[in-house]
């Protein structure tokens, strides 16, 4: 399901859950991402966003750890 | 606290009784733990609402009753002498049939402590249990059986009763599925 490439359930398995505000979403089936980042905005602890969420939501990626960054090498010529 | 005035604050006019035609439950011992209740408000709202969500125990999850419109309620009592006010609140309903699924509820649930929530007219939810207390059966209020005529109905009524030291809104969520593990 499209929606869980960018958010998770917090705690809970994928279904039928009352989010006041939102009424009753069932997350075993597919939900529209917009909504999730709705209710990931303004509840806590239903869903979670993803890497993939940030930086589809938010054009945030990633930075990698310190130290973790692939560097370059270069060769002298000739 | 900031304090505010108490004026009529109904939502575009709407301000009906009762409560809605189901609400949920689920044993006590299932919840792994509870929203917050507000410890140092800022504001005379958040002093009347708690903060966070009913989490159940990895496998658990709550379950829907079935009320009979316009029999269920519920009501807050105030209790206690001068300087120990508290409050019982009640849930009161009928659920139909007398079928076994009914009585073996009633069965279980008749010495388990026991947690609801509660959905009013409005919209509004009421939590009914915390860390301390469960929700606990408390009788058949308007009978329980087969009724005597037959243009009565079968069925069984139902009193669960919180004490509690304040009264809050639960604005948490209500999982209707089980629990992941952690």
């Known amino acids: 399901m499209v ?5 998770q ?6 279904g039928r859950v009352i989010v006041q ?17 709705d209710i990931c905005e303004n509840t806590t602890g239903v869903l979670k966003i993803t890497e993939k969420g940030m930086e589809k939501f938010y054009g945030l990626k990633k930075q990698p750890e310190p130290g973790t960054e692939k560097k370059r090498t270069y060769r002298k010529r000739g | ?17 009762g409560i ?23 504001t005379i709202e958040e002093n009347g609402t708690l903060t966070g ?21 519920f009501e807050i009592e105030t209790v206690g002498e001068m300087d120990g006010k508290s409050f019982v609140t009640h849930l009161r309903l009928f659920n139909p049939g007398l079928k076994k699924k009914l009585l073996g509820f009633i069965n ?23 860390d301390t207390r469960a929700a606990i059966y408390n009788g058949s209020p308007d009978g329980s059986g087969t009724s005597r005529e037959t243009a009565g109905r079968r069925g069984i009524s139902m009193e669960f009763t919180y004490k509690t030291a304040n009264v809050y809104t639960y604005a948490g969520t209500i999982p209707l599925t089980p629990a992941a593990s952690a």
């Open chain 1, 21 to 37: 505000g939102y009424g009753e979403i069932d997350f075993s089936k597919e939900v529209s991402p917009e909504l999730c980042l």
């Open chain 2, 108 to 130: 279980w649930a008749k010495n388990e402590n026991l947690v609801f929530i509660v959905k009013d007219n409005d919209g509004q939810y009421y939590l009914m249990g915390d």
């Open chain 1, 9 to 14: 359930l917090e705690k809970l398995t994928p």
């Open chain 2, 53 to 73: 969500n009913v989490v159940l125990k990895p496998g658990k999850q709550m379950h829907e009753i079935y009320i009979t419109d316009d029999t269920g309620e």
């Open chain 2, 1 to 17: 606290m900031e304090f505010t005035n108490i004026d009529k604050n109904l939502n575009n006019g709407q301000n009906m009784g």
């Open chain 1, 3 to 7: 929606w869980q490439e960018y958010f």
């Open chain 2, 20 to 42: 809605a035609q189901v609400a949920y439950y689920c044993a006590w011992s299932d919840v792994e733990s509870w929203p917050t209740k507000p410890t140092a408000p800022a």
